[in-house]
């Protein structure tokens, strides 16, 4: 590793060393020295758009011989890099004025409704305002209107509310690749908006949700379903289940205050009875599932010539991403449904027959780290496998979160609970389902036993598969056979692999990788587009250990083992989809269809 | 035509100087140059530029030589047209129109007459020569 | 038959009323006199220009100039000058001139300029090569490829003290050297040809007149820098400009001036024409590169500065047209004469598209150093129709307002901008009393919030807010309250916005503020617009000495705002007037004015 080169410069002057490329902002914080921003954003590359972090820098006077004066221009300090001797002021009365200017003038285009505001709490608009102290705006108040955007079950666009900062276009363009959102217009007629006017729906749009967790203010915000819920509690006739995904634990304590990475799962389960739910269950039940379908359709495919590589199917950007933009790899795809998918359909097959429950009664609520989920729900008629819609409602962390609070839930003070019986079990495999590599991992775990005959593989872990880095390769030794897998998350990641396996197919070879897992979303689930707001890689890695935690304390760590899963399959299914069982097939896969990348008309 | 060598754009560049040195002092072209910028388009220059040309057909004038330039510069009287005719002093005239152009050929070039009142002057061209 | 001279009288407005009539009179009959009607033509000319040293007399073809010449002058004229052929020395603008006797005359409109930018235009046909290689084009290639190193190609731009003509002035010898300095691999050289200020056509002109100066001062950067491919980004509302450059691109490809192996020199350089469509900002550095590189047109913070990292990440080399168009001049002449012309700190001349209330708009370029007075009173022939200056404008957009006071201050960039303006890329709006200030500042900030890209808050709201305070002061419901707003908006607009466009955005406001305050307070307290150009604040009155009571005016108002009795005087409700001045258009008595 080389290392890189240190400057040192000067700032309030308080000297500094940093790596040579640091920027001005990035060098102060090494300082312990705070510069206000506002578009600024870790997880991207500086937008320069607000004007708020300028700074001063200090130049060599012109007529006093070794004397420092002050340069009447500002610099912005999140894009201008650092120069080795340079002499920076973050602070003066100067400043100070043309920060509370700039500011003044973006309140002065920004509704006044915070109290309604879905961000109120979280806004970033808000809490420098509180910073700046702003008590009134000497600027006559002007919003333009324009209509809101609910085209898609996921996103709302409030562009009311949008401040300009660029972050969604940059999330969406360079993060993800999806390039569903730009800038569009001119001057202060510009929105965040899809090309050509078309609505969200009819764009690129993956709804991985990531615009809405990068956006500083209520501009873009996950479509909020609670009321449904609500009502569905309400309803007598109605039996409510609910599941959580293996991300929301490690997540939803940040809105009570807890570090990020706290697990609460237990909590969570308490907190969901007392809301009304009637039976609580967990998704990482049917990650075990998921395991047993996706893994023996691999080793299928795998010894039996079938279509490589095996593609994940279990986050639903990504799929619609294959589905817009590499419908050529529809066959490559695992037709194993995600999670939520199934366990959803499970209880409205398996647990309501055991249960003696009529299935139309049923009432599924899904609490994911997730907004495309909102959307994969009715996807097509296999999202309705057991002749309703099999998941009813999606609620993302950050909607859980405000309906225990608006239950008026001390959330820090629940006892730790346990799942319901026969959907609420899992193993470490399960639970890994939410990071990147989790589903890879697990999968390994059981193919290995499934292949090899034997109880577990040397080591439980796969490390190869494990951390932040945009794709992972590794070629997995299973006794003797050789597996070459890939692990790609964040959508800007994915598109080299997939020219990888086209590059392959061109020159006629076999493919360089046999399975290969993707997450739209950096990290995997838990940096998913419905978790809280503002996380960075600090959180996500947070996040991630806890996850890795849970899966370190679990008694079981492989799918196979677990015994509800085995309970599933000997009283219910019988076999797995790939191995011929026709009740999995019904219930348990899907396919997939060529979408438009932009609908017009 | 072909691509040049550097001795080709010499011998072209000497070539085209003695050839206008010549014109001037041999008198025996008559030189007819219309301004033909956006600005003295838009005033009228193309019609200026036909009239001129049919005025100098009618009369069956074969020494005219007639092109077209750039702006001149004095945007505020256009359509202007310099006039080199042998042994008369170069001028430029302004707000030069259909009939004004008629009046040109007829009386300047062929009577060898300045016209009044629309006499501009003109370019002090070679600045860079002379200085 | 030729005459033999011809004496030409001004017969401009201010000639003829210093006498020029007389003078014309007095020639044609002194001519006659002498029995020379027939070998001598006096002719009227249209304005020369000169009008404070009126009436003016020229004779052709000797090209002397006669300054204030009167009845009295003209025996003498025709015996010494006429007749002798001896210059009449006591009359002659320029004694020295007298000894000169140069066959070309140098003309007032002409007199105080030094066309090396237009050197060929107005003189050339812009489609033929030959025109242009004949007056010592694609001689300075010559030299440079054969006889210089890049290297010292560089120096001379560096000593010349040549600096960028698009407004900003940074010297264009260190842009270059930056670029040359960076290590070897593709590199890209651009001419910035999306002129937009509003009233600025001079980089237009050029590029109609004389295309291919462009061409091989482009080639010449390219071979300084280490570039092989050239962009030209023109803006798309430059039709017959972009048609002038495609056939002279044509031309200079087929005879090997551009392309592979130019001239056997083993240097290959060839240029590509890209159009604008339709965004000013697009004329700034880091906007035009974005939309080259099909993006959108939004600035991108400096550093890195493109002559590092700009097309596609590699170093490249933006110069605006008229900075180019000086280059062949500097390495045909040499950096050391052209370092001659100007100030200490602006070196070469600079063309001003000078238009607005003067009697001779149009295209001027002077040496830096000129006063505003020579440009204005001698080359533009002072304001039109009698009236007083009030101000003039430079910089467009982005500059300032120059009362009379700095009228003797020598252009140069450090000069304008002591002075609150900027030098820009050389719109100059001459303006009389009947131009109102605040109506100025408002038509700026009208195309800056029309124009702003959208992407930085201070210019995208600023410019908007700023807009908004000089309507409503327009609009006679302005408060003392707004001018501080609009002092703070003003300053953080100019400190935090992100390019150029921002940055200089509220320039109209803080210049205009700066120097007439007078002017925007008679608008708020007063309510009262001395310009009559802000239509609200005009009031249009009866005068009841002059209305006989016709009732016509009451039956044209639109509005129902007039009222009164047959035969007796009439009278406006002020609340219901719209101003639009069909009564006064209407009385036969002059009863009804406006103020």
Redesign the interface.
Same mark, same amino acid.
């Given at each position: 590793m080389e290392t890189p080169e240190l400057i040192t410069l000067e700032i309030n002057g308080k000297s500094v060393t940093v790596p040579k490329g640091t920027t001005i902002l990035n060098a102060a914080k090494a300082a312990h020295i705070k510069i206000p921003t506002l578009c600024y954003h870790p997880d991207l590359k500086a937008g320069a758009s607000c004007g708020i972090c300028v700074v001063r820098q200090l130049v060599p006077s012109r007529t006093e011989q070794g004397k420092w004066v002050p340069s009447p221009k500002l610099l912005r300090a999140c894009c201008t890099e650092a120069t080795a001797g340079m002499k920076i002021l973050t602070h003066d009365p100067d400043i100070v004025q043309v920060r509370k200017t700039v500011l003044e003038l973006i309140l002065a285009n920004h509704p006044s409704d915070c109290l309604q505001c879905p961000r109120s709490g979280s806004c970033e608009l808000q809490a420098i305002a509180a910073d700046f102290g702003i008590r009134e705006i000497p600027f006559p108040k002007e919003v333009i209107h324009r209509d809101v955007d609910k085209s898609t079950p996921s996103i709302v666009l409030n562009p009311d509310k949008c401040i300009k900062c660029g972050r969604c276009a940059e999330v969406c363009q360079q993060m993800q690749n999806v390039w569903a959102l730009e800038f569009i217009g001119r001057g202060e007629k510009t929105v965040m908006a899809p090309a050509a006017g078309v609505p969200l729906a009819e764009s690129p749009c993956i709804k991985c949700g990531q615009c809405s967790a990068h956006c500083p203010v209520g501009a873009i915000y996950e479509n909020d379903e609670t009321a449904k819920v609500w009502a569905a509690l309400r309803d007598p006739e109605l039996t409510c289940l609910v599941q959580i995904a293996p991300a929301v634990r490690v997540a939803l304590g940040e809105a009570f205050g807890m570090e990020p990475g706290a697990l609460t799962t237990g909590k969570i389960y308490a907190a969901l009875r007392m809301i009304g739910f009637d039976k609580v269950f967990d998704t990482n039940f049917s990650a075990d599932v998921t395991i047993m379908e996706e893994g023996t359709e691999f080793i299928k495919r795998f010894t039996g010539g079938g279509t490589l590589p095996l593609l994940t199917s279990c986050c639903p950007a990504w799929t619609d991403w294959m589905e817009k933009y590499a419908p050529d790899f529809s066959e490559n795809f695992s037709t194993a449904k995600s999670p939520q998918q199934m366990l959803s359909a499970l209880a409205k097959s398996y647990w309501a027959e055991k249960n003696g429950i009529d299935h139309t009664k049923i009432h599924v609520t899904s609490i994911m780290p997730c907004t495309a989920k909102k959307y994969e729900i009715s996807r097509d008629e296999n999202m309705s496998a057991t002749g309703t819609q099999d998941t009813d409602v999606v609620l993302t962390t950050r909607e859980l979160a405000r309906m225990i609070k608006a239950a008026g839930i001390d959330f820090n003070d629940l006892p730790e609970e346990k799942a319901d019986d026969l959907l609420g079990a899992y193993t470490g495999a399960g639970t890994i389902f939410g990071v990147t590599g989790g589903v890879m991992e697990a999968a390994l775990r059981t193919a290995y036993c499934l292949i090899t005959g034997e109880a577990q593989p040397p080591s439980i872990d796969f490390k190869e598969v494990r951390g932040m880095e945009g794709v992972k390769t590794a070629t997995i030794d299973i006794k003797g056979t050789k597996v070459n897998i890939a692990v790609a998350h964040q959508m800007g990641n994915v598109e080299k692999v997939i020219d990888q396996i086209r590059e392959d197919r061109k020159n006629g070879v076999k493919p360089r990788y046999d399975f290969i897992e993707v997450m739209a979303c950096r990290g995997g689930c838990i940096g998913g587009g419905g978790q809280p707001c503002l996380a960075t890689d600090e959180v996500r890695a947070k996040r991630t250990a806890g996850i890795y935690t849970d899966d370190e304390k679990s008694v079981l760590r492989m799918s196979h083992l677990n015994p509800e899963v085995q309970a599933l399959y000997k009283d219910y299914l019988g076999e797995t989809g790939a191995n011929g069982g026709e009740k999995a097939e019904h219930l348990l896969h899907t396919h997939y269809h060529k979408r438009d990348v932009y609908k017009f008309n | 035509m072909a691509k040049l060598t550097l001795e080709d754009l010499r011998r072209m560049r000497g070539e085209k100087q003695k050839a206008m040195e010549m014109r001037e002092s041999s008198n025996k072209d008559v030189q007819v140059v219309v301004g033909m910028g956006t600005c003295g388009i838009a005033a009228g220059a193309k019609d200026t530029f036909t009239a001129l040309v049919s005025a100098i057909d009618e009369k069956g004038l074969t020494n005219v030589l007639i092109r077209q330039t750039g702006c001149m510069g004095m945007c505020h009287s256009e359509p202007t047209v310099e006039v080199v005719v042998p042994g008369m002093p170069a001028v430029i005239y302004g707000h030069v129109d259909a009939a004004t152009a008629r009046e040109i050929v007829e009386k300047h070039i062929v009577g060898c007459e300045l016209i009044e009142g629309k006499i501009l002057d003109r370019p002090s061209i070679d600045i860079i020569k002379n200085g | 038959?030729?005459?033999e001279s011809?004496v030409?009288v001004c /017969?401009g407005t201010a000639c003829c009323s210093g006498g020029g009539t007389d003078v014309v009179e007095a020639f044609k009959k002194e001519l006659d006199a002498q029995g020379l009607s027939g070998k001598v033509?006096v $002719? =009227?000319?249209?304005c020369?220009g000169f009008c404070e040293q009126g009436p003016i007399v020229k004779i052709?073809?000797q090209?002397t100039f006669y300054v204030q010449v009167h009845e009295e002058d003209v025996k003498e004229i025709v015996a010494e000058h006429l007749v002798k052929g001896r210059v009449v020395q006591r009359l002659c603008y320029d004694p020295e001139q007298a000894k000169k006797l =140069?066959a070309? &005359? *140098? !003309?007032?409109?002409?007199q105080k300029?030094?066309? !090396?930018v237009? %050197?060929?235009?107005? =003189?050339?046909?812009? @489609?033929k090569i030959?025109?242009y290689?004949?007056r010592?084009g694609? +001689?300075a290639i010559?030299k440079v490829l054969?006889e210089m190193t890049p290297e010292q190609v560089v120096e001379e731009m560096l000593k010349s003290g040549l600096r960028g003509r698009g407004g900003a002035g940074f010297p264009t010898g260190m842009k270059w050297k930056f670029a040359q300095q960076q290590p070897k691999g593709q590199k890209y050289m651009v001419c910035n040809a999306d002129e937009g200020d509003p009233g600025a056509?001079m980089d %237009?002109?050029?590029l109609?007149?004389?295309p291919h100066s462009i061409l091989e001062a482009m080639t010449i950067a390219g071979y300084a820098i280490g570039a092989s491919k050239g962009f030209i980004y023109i803006r798309a509302e430059?039709p017959?400009?972009i048609h002038r450059l495609e056939v002279a691109i044509g031309q200079a490809r087929?005879?090997?001036?551009l392309?592979d192996d130019i001239?056997?020199?083993g240097f290959s350089f060839d240029i590509e024409l890209r159009f604008g469509a339709g965004?000013f900002v697009c004329g700034e550095e880091t906007a035009l590169l974005q939309s080259i590189e099909g993006n %959108?047109g939004?600035p991108?913070?400096r550093?890195?500065f493109p002559a590092v990292k700009g097309l596609w990440g590699r170093p490249t080399v933006i110069n605006n047209v008229e900075t180019l168009a000086n280059i062949p $001049?500097i390495i045909n002449?040499g950096a050391d004469w052209f370092s001659k012309i100007g100030t200490a700190t602006s070196k070469g001349t600079k063309v001003f598209a000078l238009t607005g209330k003067v *009697? *001779?708009? /149009?295209?001027? @370029?002077v040496p830096m150093g000129t006063t505003l007075r020579e440009i204005i009173f001698d080359i533009g022939g002072g304001i039109r129709g009698g009236h007083q200056f009030k101000a003039a404008q430079t910089g467009g957009p982005s500059g300032g307002i120059i009362p009379p006071q700095f009228l003797d201050t020598p252009i140069d960039y450090e000069n304008l901008a002591k002075i609150g303006s900027i030098m820009g890329s050389g719109g100059l709006i001459v303006m009389d009393e009947t131009d109102c200030v605040v109506d100025i500042a408002k038509f700026y900030l009208d195309f800056t $919030?029309?124009?702003?890209?959208?992407?930085? &808050?201070?210019c %995208?709201? /600023?410019?908007? +807010?700023l807009l908004?305070y000089l309507k409503k002061i327009t609009d006679g419901r302005g408060t003392e309250d707004d001018i501080v707003?609009m002092q *703070?908006?003003s300053?953080?607009m100019c400190?935090?916005?992100?390019c150029g466009l921002g940055q200089t955005a509220s320039n109209p406001v803080r210049s205009t503020l700066r120097y007439f305050m007078d002017e925007y307070m008679e608008h708020i307290k007063d309510k009262k617009c001395r310009a009559g150009k802000c239509s609200k604040l005009i009031q249009y009155k009866i005068d009841p000495a002059k209305c006989k009571g016709c009732t016509l005016c009451a039956r044209k108002c639109p509005a129902g705002a007039i009222s009164g009795t047959v035969k007796n005087p009439h009278v406006i409700d002020q609340s219901k007037c719209i101003k639009c001045g069909q009564c006064e258009l209407n009385c036969k008595f002059g009863a009804i004015s406006h103020g």
């Amino acid at each position: 590793m080389e290392t890189p080169e240190l400057i040192t410069l000067e700032i309030n002057g308080k000297s500094v060393t940093v790596p040579k490329g640091t920027t001005i902002l990035n060098a102060a914080k090494a300082a312990h020295i705070k510069i206000p921003t506002l578009c600024y954003h870790p997880d991207l590359k500086a937008g320069a758009s607000c004007g708020i972090c300028v700074v001063r820098q200090l130049v060599p006077s012109r007529t006093e011989q070794g004397k420092w004066v002050p340069s009447p221009k500002l610099l912005r300090a999140c894009c201008t890099e650092a120069t080795a001797g340079m002499k920076i002021l973050t602070h003066d009365p100067d400043i100070v004025q043309v920060r509370k200017t700039v500011l003044e003038l973006i309140l002065a285009n920004h509704p006044s409704d915070c109290l309604q505001c879905p961000r109120s709490g979280s806004c970033e608009l808000q809490a420098i305002a509180a910073d700046f102290g702003i008590r009134e705006i000497p600027f006559p108040k002007e919003v333009i209107h324009r209509d809101v955007d609910k085209s898609t079950p996921s996103i709302v666009l409030n562009p009311d509310k949008c401040i300009k900062c660029g972050r969604c276009a940059e999330v969406c363009q360079q993060m993800q690749n999806v390039w569903a959102l730009e800038f569009i217009g001119r001057g202060e007629k510009t929105v965040m908006a899809p090309a050509a006017g078309v609505p969200l729906a009819e764009s690129p749009c993956i709804k991985c949700g990531q615009c809405s967790a990068h956006c500083p203010v209520g501009a873009i915000y996950e479509n909020d379903e609670t009321a449904k819920v609500w009502a569905a509690l309400r309803d007598p006739e109605l039996t409510c289940l609910v599941q959580i995904a293996p991300a929301v634990r490690v997540a939803l304590g940040e809105a009570f205050g807890m570090e990020p990475g706290a697990l609460t799962t237990g909590k969570i389960y308490a907190a969901l009875r007392m809301i009304g739910f009637d039976k609580v269950f967990d998704t990482n039940f049917s990650a075990d599932v998921t395991i047993m379908e996706e893994g023996t359709e691999f080793i299928k495919r795998f010894t039996g010539g079938g279509t490589l590589p095996l593609l994940t199917s279990c986050c639903p950007a990504w799929t619609d991403w294959m589905e817009k933009y590499a419908p050529d790899f529809s066959e490559n795809f695992s037709t194993a449904k995600s999670p939520q998918q199934m366990l959803s359909a499970l209880a409205k097959s398996y647990w309501a027959e055991k249960n003696g429950i009529d299935h139309t009664k049923i009432h599924v609520t899904s609490i994911m780290p997730c907004t495309a989920k909102k959307y994969e729900i009715s996807r097509d008629e296999n999202m309705s496998a057991t002749g309703t819609q099999d998941t009813d409602v999606v609620l993302t962390t950050r909607e859980l979160a405000r309906m225990i609070k608006a239950a008026g839930i001390d959330f820090n003070d629940l006892p730790e609970e346990k799942a319901d019986d026969l959907l609420g079990a899992y193993t470490g495999a399960g639970t890994i389902f939410g990071v990147t590599g989790g589903v890879m991992e697990a999968a390994l775990r059981t193919a290995y036993c499934l292949i090899t005959g034997e109880a577990q593989p040397p080591s439980i872990d796969f490390k190869e598969v494990r951390g932040m880095e945009g794709v992972k390769t590794a070629t997995i030794d299973i006794k003797g056979t050789k597996v070459n897998i890939a692990v790609a998350h964040q959508m800007g990641n994915v598109e080299k692999v997939i020219d990888q396996i086209r590059e392959d197919r061109k020159n006629g070879v076999k493919p360089r990788y046999d399975f290969i897992e993707v997450m739209a979303c950096r990290g995997g689930c838990i940096g998913g587009g419905g978790q809280p707001c503002l996380a960075t890689d600090e959180v996500r890695a947070k996040r991630t250990a806890g996850i890795y935690t849970d899966d370190e304390k679990s008694v079981l760590r492989m799918s196979h083992l677990n015994p509800e899963v085995q309970a599933l399959y000997k009283d219910y299914l019988g076999e797995t989809g790939a191995n011929g069982g026709e009740k999995a097939e019904h219930l348990l896969h899907t396919h997939y269809h060529k979408r438009d990348v932009y609908k017009f008309n | 035509m072909a691509k040049l060598t550097l001795e080709d754009l010499r011998r072209m560049r000497g070539e085209k100087q003695k050839a206008m040195e010549m014109r001037e002092s041999s008198n025996k072209d008559v030189q007819v140059v219309v301004g033909m910028g956006t600005c003295g388009i838009a005033a009228g220059a193309k019609d200026t530029f036909t009239a001129l040309v049919s005025a100098i057909d009618e009369k069956g004038l074969t020494n005219v030589l007639i092109r077209q330039t750039g702006c001149m510069g004095m945007c505020h009287s256009e359509p202007t047209v310099e006039v080199v005719v042998p042994g008369m002093p170069a001028v430029i005239y302004g707000h030069v129109d259909a009939a004004t152009a008629r009046e040109i050929v007829e009386k300047h070039i062929v009577g060898c007459e300045l016209i009044e009142g629309k006499i501009l002057d003109r370019p002090s061209i070679d600045i860079i020569k002379n200085g | 038959m030729a005459y033999e001279s011809y004496v030409l009288v001004c /017969g401009g407005t201010a000639c003829c009323s210093g006498g020029g009539t007389d003078v014309v009179e007095a020639f044609k009959k002194e001519l006659d006199a002498q029995g020379l009607s027939g070998k001598v033509q006096v $002719v =009227v000319t249209g304005c020369l220009g000169f009008c404070e040293q009126g009436p003016i007399v020229k004779i052709l073809p000797q090209g002397t100039f006669y300054v204030q010449v009167h009845e009295e002058d003209v025996k003498e004229i025709v015996a010494e000058h006429l007749v002798k052929g001896r210059v009449v020395q006591r009359l002659c603008y320029d004694p020295e001139q007298a000894k000169k006797l =140069v066959a070309e &005359a *140098n !003309i007032p409109f002409y007199q105080k300029q030094y066309r !090396i930018v237009l %050197r060929n235009c107005g =003189v050339i046909d812009p @489609e033929k090569i030959e025109d242009y290689i004949a007056r010592d084009g694609y +001689k300075a290639i010559e030299k440079v490829l054969f006889e210089m190193t890049p290297e010292q190609v560089v120096e001379e731009m560096l000593k010349s003290g040549l600096r960028g003509r698009g407004g900003a002035g940074f010297p264009t010898g260190m842009k270059w050297k930056f670029a040359q300095q960076q290590p070897k691999g593709q590199k890209y050289m651009v001419c910035n040809a999306d002129e937009g200020d509003p009233g600025a056509y001079m980089d %237009r002109s050029t590029l109609e007149g004389d295309p291919h100066s462009i061409l091989e001062a482009m080639t010449i950067a390219g071979y300084a820098i280490g570039a092989s491919k050239g962009f030209i980004y023109i803006r798309a509302e430059y039709p017959l400009a972009i048609h002038r450059l495609e056939v002279a691109i044509g031309q200079a490809r087929d005879l090997g001036l551009l392309g592979d192996d130019i001239l056997g020199s083993g240097f290959s350089f060839d240029i590509e024409l890209r159009f604008g469509a339709g965004a000013f900002v697009c004329g700034e550095e880091t906007a035009l590169l974005q939309s080259i590189e099909g993006n %959108r047109g939004m600035p991108k913070p400096r550093p890195p500065f493109p002559a590092v990292k700009g097309l596609w990440g590699r170093p490249t080399v933006i110069n605006n047209v008229e900075t180019l168009a000086n280059i062949p $001049v500097i390495i045909n002449k040499g950096a050391d004469w052209f370092s001659k012309i100007g100030t200490a700190t602006s070196k070469g001349t600079k063309v001003f598209a000078l238009t607005g209330k003067v *009697n *001779n708009s /149009g295209l001027i @370029e002077v040496p830096m150093g000129t006063t505003l007075r020579e440009i204005i009173f001698d080359i533009g022939g002072g304001i039109r129709g009698g009236h007083q200056f009030k101000a003039a404008q430079t910089g467009g957009p982005s500059g300032g307002i120059i009362p009379p006071q700095f009228l003797d201050t020598p252009i140069d960039y450090e000069n304008l901008a002591k002075i609150g303006s900027i030098m820009g890329s050389g719109g100059l709006i001459v303006m009389d009393e009947t131009d109102c200030v605040v109506d100025i500042a408002k038509f700026y900030l009208d195309f800056t $919030v029309d124009e702003s890209c959208g992407k930085c &808050a201070p210019c %995208r709201i /600023g410019g908007r +807010k700023l807009l908004n305070y000089l309507k409503k002061i327009t609009d006679g419901r302005g408060t003392e309250d707004d001018i501080v707003q609009m002092q *703070n908006i003003s300053d953080a607009m100019c400190k935090a916005s992100l390019c150029g466009l921002g940055q200089t955005a509220s320039n109209p406001v803080r210049s205009t503020l700066r120097y007439f305050m007078d002017e925007y307070m008679e608008h708020i307290k007063d309510k009262k617009c001395r310009a009559g150009k802000c239509s609200k604040l005009i009031q249009y009155k009866i005068d009841p000495a002059k209305c006989k009571g016709c009732t016509l005016c009451a039956r044209k108002c639109p509005a129902g705002a007039i009222s009164g009795t047959v035969k007796n005087p009439h009278v406006i409700d002020q609340s219901k007037c719209i101003k639009c001045g069909q009564c006064e258009l209407n009385c036969k008595f002059g009863a009804i004015s406006h103020g």
